[in-house]
């Protein structure tokens, strides 16, 4: 065998082991963490919308809706993924709302990579002890009809406002802009499926 | 070859020290200073070195004569990459939150400069058994410099380790440590304190 057809057999045989490898190892383990993507998604929507215990997906012009249910069948709430910016990575929210899409029911952050200690307190605030999800849980039964907004500083005094976080205030208002922007959008999609 | 005069017992703890990776050769340095936010996590960033380098140069000893030398770093490549995505995928399917935690860390250990390395200098030049006691030292040095660091990071960071809480409640956690100057910060304290041992050490014998 001459140098060159050497080198190409090698690299050849090489890359097809490892493909065989791979693929076994896809196989073996896909089911595994698709599962777990599920019952990660499941926790989240229940967590959401308090008293699920099943929800059903529904798409709606591209926009993806899981509608929660209790016990007994009858509807909890609507839940949606809110995307966008952060200070510093892409935030994932899931959102609980009313059916009618006026009050948020709960938030919970899917994923985000802001920076640690200050843009991370959206999700978990470590210096406070007792609440360290108070951010979020500021969004609770909020009425979204004009708008979130948010105050610096000062203790939210109108309806719809929340207090930004100290140090992380770039990643507070992206929060509020990212469900602003996503709440009209899919309250839009949702409530005309509604009327027909 | 000058390497088979060692005994195997000095092949293995170099790694510890002499020729520990992270804080004598400064290989690897991105992982190291990216993932150390807490004790667990650079331990879980070193055993995925382990499980890696070991059975890389495991393989790439083994088939070492069969290689041309033209061939030799894309060969080793794939054969990392292949370990590495059979981590990455078993992390995700059976420890996913380490698996989150450790983000797009470990399919980059692909270009982890310690593994390719190894291969290069190591394992395509010696044996198996040596192969893989070399890498088992280069990997727990490297385990154990990240596992440090991060819980150093993590003590002053947070306020404990392994997420048991070590410091008293009024100690306010200087939030630097965990943040990316930490990391530059600590590793530079570690850099310079081993250099510091070496060099004293050196004047005493």
């Known amino acids: ?196 | 070859m000058a390497h088979e005069k060692t005994s195997l017992y000095t092949e293995f703890t170099k790694g510890f020290w002499k020729e520990n990776p992270v804080l004598r050769m400064l290989l690897g340095l991105c992982p190291t200073l990216a993932v150390t936010s807490a004790a667990i996590n650079g331990l879980s960033m070193g055993l995925a070195v382990v499980f890696t380098l070991v059975l890389s140069s495991m393989i790439i000893s083994l088939v070492r004569n069969l290689i041309p030398r033209e061939v030799r770093i894309p060969s080793f490549i794939i054969v990392i990459a292949t370990f590495v995505t059979v981590a990455d995928l078993s992390m995700a399917a059976f420890v996913p939150d380490i698996s989150k935690a450790l983000g797009p860390y470990v399919p980059l250990i692909v270009v982890n400069c310690i593994i390719l390395g190894r291969q290069e200098a190591f394992a395509s030049k010696n044996s198996v058994g040596r192969s893989v006691i070399d890498a088992l030292g280069m990997s727990l040095g490297f385990t154990i410099t990240l596992t440090f660091l991060g819980a150093i990071r993590e003590l002053l960071g947070s306020g404990t380790i392994f997420s048991v809480q070590i410091m008293p409640n009024a100690f306010e956690p200087w939030m630097v440590m965990i943040l990316p100057p930490g990391a530059f910060l600590t590793l530079g304290l570690m850099i310079g304190t081993a250099n510091w041992l070496t060099a004293r050490k050196g004047k005493s014998a």
């Open chain 1, 1 to 196: 065998m001459n140098t060159s057809t050497r080198l190409i057999v090698v690299l050849t045989g090489i890359a097809v082991i490892s493909g065989a490898i791979l693929s076994f190892f896809n196989i073996l383990t896909a089911e595994r963490i698709e599962n777990y993507k599920l019952e990660q998604l499941r926790q989240s929507v229940a967590m959401v919308m308090p008293g699920t215990q099943d929800y059903e997906t529904l798409t709606l012009s591209g926009k993806v809706f899981y509608l929660g249910k209790d016990a007994q069948g009858s509807p909890t709430g609507v839940a949606f993924k809110a995307v966008g910016n952060g200070f510093q990575s892409k935030l994932e929210i899931l959102v609980g709302m009313d059916l009618e899409m006026k009050k948020i029911l709960a938030l919970k952050v899917l994923s985000q990579m802001e920076t640690p200690g200050l843009g991370t307190k959206i999700e978990t605030d470590p210096t406070n002890k007792e609440h360290p999800g108070w951010f979020m849980a500021q969004f609770e039964n909020l009425n979204t009809l004009n708008g979130i907004r948010y105050v610096k500083n000062e203790v939210p005094d109108q309806e719809g406002e929340i207090q930004a976080i100290t140090g992380a205030t770039i990643s507070s208002k992206s929060v509020v802009e990212i469900l602003n922007a996503a709440i009209s959008g899919y309250r839009e999609v949702f409530l005309k499926r509604e009327v027909q």
